[in-house]
């Protein structure tokens, strides 16, 4: 058996899978580097599917937040707008003069409910990965969008983009006048608010790219070295085609294909075959434990293929070197749990909370395999209910749960909780962490389809908690979420 790992001694050491956008974001990392070039990136149906304006819109008017007459003027705008009557000004000034004597910060609260709601799981994970790579390049990366800061701002501090050039609202003492402040970032201006940004940062804008998806962004195609459409409409695509501007579409967001509904459809099918193979297995060798273990392989396996997952696993060995463990994992979709369960596939109980057990389909299955559930809202209670995973450690089971408590809504890593570590402390087994990496792109939160994609899960090496003391352990759990930071390229907050 090899010997256990300690993240404080720094002994783990080597690379990790490379990036899944490596030939998506070649032209950038082989391209000029430096502050320099310019990244600018459109919002709606570029960095994010669908209008954020829309969803702003809805979840006003859903909270009871819009009065009739604004509905009204707001509608009538955007007909006004569409059939050419009024310009983007004007559209704006139509549907912002309801705001006279609202106060910002409404807006602003609004705006971050948007996001959360609606907005981050509608981030393209291939923009997000094309961001990333302006980043690491060095580049001056801005959003330049005719969407307002409440809009563009939240998705702006998620994606790590200090630039946001938008179209402002006149505040005054914190307070909305109803005008809008000209010109707005929208045709000309999106060009003017970029040339601006070069004037202040001594941008080189022959060097720099832009991202976009409509042809009323030409004044700033044209005048930055890399225009690149991104999810075009018909007007832009056909002139990217006589300017031989390279194009790029994006359907890993947004309305799901036929061929994503039939795939869902099986991921739940597929549990009817796994336990009835798992029944079969429990009444030939007597055993409930076996007929688990066959259960969970067979769905892990099929839901994962019937799904097109292609999952890619660093560190396989460190799955089986050292058993029982408490298995840990970043959790950031529905899928986790059948990753988890194709990767450990037998001998194992996990942590989850209560109200998987009301459910008809997956609450049975749940707890015919043993799974202890918590109230996570009751922290005195949750902790009382851990004592059976304990006790199925020291049985010889491992393991499974996820440190941050609940799913996030972007890649970024959540703060970690105690309750993983103390068990293992407790039963005197390692942990081991398994960071996943690209789930998201298969299924976000509270996403409905799974669409198919290449997830990468790296296991670290199991790490001993033999010497884990209450006084030490909340050095021990920064030191490996710092080891899921680095797999991740993330930086601590």
């Known amino acids: 058996m090899a010997p256990l790992y300690s993240p404080s001694s720094g002994a783990h050491t080597g690379s990790f899978m490379p990036p899944l956008h490596d030939r998506l974001t070649e032209e950038i ?38 009065a009739p007459r604004e509905v009204g003027e707001s509608l009538l705008g955007t007909l006004s707008f569409a059939v050419g009557r009024t310009g983007f000004s004007g559209l704006m000034s139509a549907t912002t003069a309801a705001y006279r004597g609202l106060a910002e910060s409404v807006l602003v609260e609004i705006g971050e409910e948007v996001f959360e709601k609606h907005l981050a799981t509608q981030i393209f994970p291939e923009s997000r990965a094309l961001v990333e790579a302006h980043q690491a390049a060095g580049h001056t990366v ?31 003492d914190g307070v909305f006048t109803g005008d809008v402040l000209k010109p707005t970032c929208w045709g000309e201006g999106k060009a003017d608010a970029a040339n601006g940004l070069a004037r202040e940062h001594d941008l080189d804008l022959s060097e720099s790219y832009f991202y976009t998806d409509s042809h009323e962004d030409l004044p700033l195609l044209d005048i930055v070295g890399r225009p690149r ?26 309305r799901p294909s036929v061929g994503d509904l039939v795939r869902t459809g099986l991921v739940y099918a597929s549990l009817v075959p796994s336990a009835a193979a798992g029944v079969a297995a429990g009444l030939v060798t007597g055993s409930q434990r076996e007929g688990v273990n066959i259960a969970g392989g067979v769905w892990g396996d099929l839901a994962t293929s019937l799904a097109g997952i292609d999952l890619r696993v660093e560190g396989e060995e460190h799955l089986w070197s050292h058993r029982p463990a408490v298995f840990i994992f970043n959790h950031q979709s529905a899928l986790d749990a059948v990753l988890m369960v194709k990767l450990l596939r037998r001998d194992m109980t996990a942590v989850g909370k209560k109200e998987i057990k009301n459910n008809p389909i997956f609450g049975p299955l749940f707890s015919a395999a043993g799974t202890v559930f918590i109230d996570r809202a009751n922290s005195k209670k949750a902790v009382d209910a851990l004592q059976p995973a304990v006790d199925a450690l020291r049985e010889g089971r491992s393991l499974v749960i996820a440190p941050e408590g609940t799913r996030s809504l972007t890649p ?37 389809f ?28 920064r030191a490996v979420r710092q080891q899921y930071l680095d797999v991740l390229e993330q930086h601590a907050e």
């Not at 103390?422 to 996403?447: E, T």
């Open 29 to 66: 990392r082989t391209g000029p580097q430096g502050p320099k070039v310019a990244a600018l990136f459109d919002l709606d149906q570029t960095l994010l599917a669908g209008f954020s304006a829309s969803a702003f819109f809805r979840e006003r008017l859903l909270s009871g937040r819009m």
């Open 142 to 172: 801005a959003i330049v969008s005719s969407a307002t800061p409440y809009q563009a701002e939240p998705l702006a501090r998620d994606l790590g983009i200090e630039h946001v050039m938008c179209t402002r609202l006149e505040v005054e």
């Open 229 to 254: 459409p991104l999810n075009p409409n018909r007007e832009l695509a056909q002139i990217a085609k006589e300017r031989r501007w390279p194009i790029r579409r994006f359907t890993s967001r947004g």
């Open 412 to 448: 970024r890593l959540g703060p970690f909780k105690k309750g993983a570590f103390h068990m293992a402390m407790q039963a005197g087994v390692p942990i081991v962490p398994v960071v996943f990496r690209n789930v998201l792109d298969a299924m976000p939160k509270d996403a409905v």
């Open 450 to 477: 799974v669409r198919p994609a290449t997830v990468e899960a790296v296991v670290l090496p199991p790490i001993d908690t033999a010497d884990w003391t209450l006084a030490s352990i909340g050095d021990e759990i």
